[in-house]
């Protein structure tokens, strides 16, 4: 019986060690959201594949669905956002990022344009950005609100639709605020 081949872009949120060499992957996928894909002997020296799954990955790869789950193919190594951050407080920020979507997304369905927004966020915090905190904070609260978490009616006008580079240089005291009492509103009733 052959299976089908997907072949997709995905960030590597977490792994989890199987057996001896083996190694569970959770990936953030463009074309399937979030799911769990098992690599063979990933673990051993050898293995060529190791490098490309570390945490933090973007990544192209082939998905194989099969009876007991996602098997992972072949890889293409992209970057790794947590490498690529340009010191601490970077790197900070990516991993806020991919804990964010850890804890609030699950299952298996397509979100392009999450994932569009979240790879292109982590793209612009990995580097040098005026008003990190508040750049961060508001690509929190795009990411909830795509998931359903926050109201896009809520968000300040000006930061609904806005890149998450140019939200630097519109931030203000009351704005700030709103986005961090959107941010904490929505963790706080979400209950995850």
């Not at 792994?15 to 063979?40: I, V, W």
């Not at 990955?57 to 992209?78: D, F, H, N, Q």
């Not at 793209?123 to 998931?147: D, N, S, Y």
């Not at 930061?159 to 939200?167: G, I, K, M, S, T």
Request: net charge positive.
């Amino acid at each position: 019986m052959a299976y089908e081949t997907y072949t997709t872009k995905a960030l590597v949120c977490g792994t989890k060690n199987r057996n001896t060499a083996d190694r569970s992957y959770l990936l953030f996928t463009r074309e399937a959201g979030m799911l769990f894909a098992d690599a063979r002997s990933v673990r051993e020296e050898r293995s060529r594949q190791r490098y490309a799954l570390q945490d933090f990955s973007l990544i192209r790869v082939s998905l194989v669905k099969g009876k007991a789950g996602w098997k992972i193919g072949s890889i293409e190594p992209l970057t790794n956002l947590y490498h690529a951050a340009e010191d601490k407080v970077a790197r900070g920020s990516v991993v806020r990022v991919v804990r964010l979507l850890r804890r609030f997304l699950h299952g298996e369905e397509a979100a392009q344009e999450l994932f569009d927004l979240v790879t292109h966020g982590l793209t612009i915090l990995k580097g040098e950005v005026p008003e990190r905190a508040f750049v961060e904070q508001v690509l929190l609260v795009q990411i909830l609100a795509e998931l359903g978490y926050v109201a896009t009616k809520d968000i300040p006008e000006p930061l609904q639709r806005v890149a998450p580079e140019a939200a630097g240089i519109l931030r203000s005291d009351a704005l700030a605020s709103i986005v961090d009492r959107l941010y904490t509103h929505a963790v706080s009733v979400s209950h995850l």
